[in-house]
């Protein structure tokens, strides 16, 4: 049996590229990075970031190109693929992509609706309105079970 199967969570590093196949179906095509945070043997924080090129087809690639944006998180479930060409110059292209099957879509941004951190009202913290119960003497005797 094989499985042909991968999973990222990251950032876009661009906003989506909408395009259309000949047949009309929707394209979309953007970047993610997703970072990898360990310890050396010296016990010294390591970073590594890793970019992904994800490509999306149909209804989910009109929602992508909607909704999401340079810096956006997104969950991207999909297939890996590779994909070779001739280029222009007669030499050989080939770039390696997930194809994306299922995106969950990140926190949105307070820029994204409309509202920047700095238009934000100031205001004092709510106060919670608190349910008091009758103080009640139980007795463990009368409870039928």
């Known amino acids: ?10 950032n876009l590093t661009r906003d ?3 395009r259309s196949l000949p ?3 929707p ?3 953007f970047g993610v990075a997703t970072n990898r945070i360990w310890k050396n043997q010296q ?9 992904h090129n994800i490509v ?4 989910l690639a009109d929602l992508a190109s909607q909704y999401l944006k340079k810096g956006s998180l997104v969950f991207v479930e999909g297939r890996i693929q590779t994909r070779n060409w001739d280029a222009q110059d007669g030499s050989k292209k080939n770039r390696t992509e997930i194809v994306a099957e299922r995106i969950q879509f990140g926190p949105r941004r307070a820029e994204s609706q409309g509202v920047s951190q ?7 913290p709510e106060e919670l ?8 003497d139980i007795n463990p005797e009368e409870i039928p079970f």
């Open 56 to 59: 999306v087809f149909g209804k």
């Open 43 to 51: 016990g010294q924080n390591q970073q590594d970031a890793q970019f």
């Open 1 to 10: 049996m094989n499985l042909n199967k991968a999973f990222i969570i990251g």
């Open 23 to 25: 047949s009309g179906v």
């Open 129 to 136: 309105e608190t349910i008091e119960y009758p103080e009640e």
């Open 27 to 29: 394209v979309v095509s």
């Open 118 to 124: 700095k238009q934000k009202p100031e205001s004092a």
């Open 16 to 18: 989506p590229e909408s």
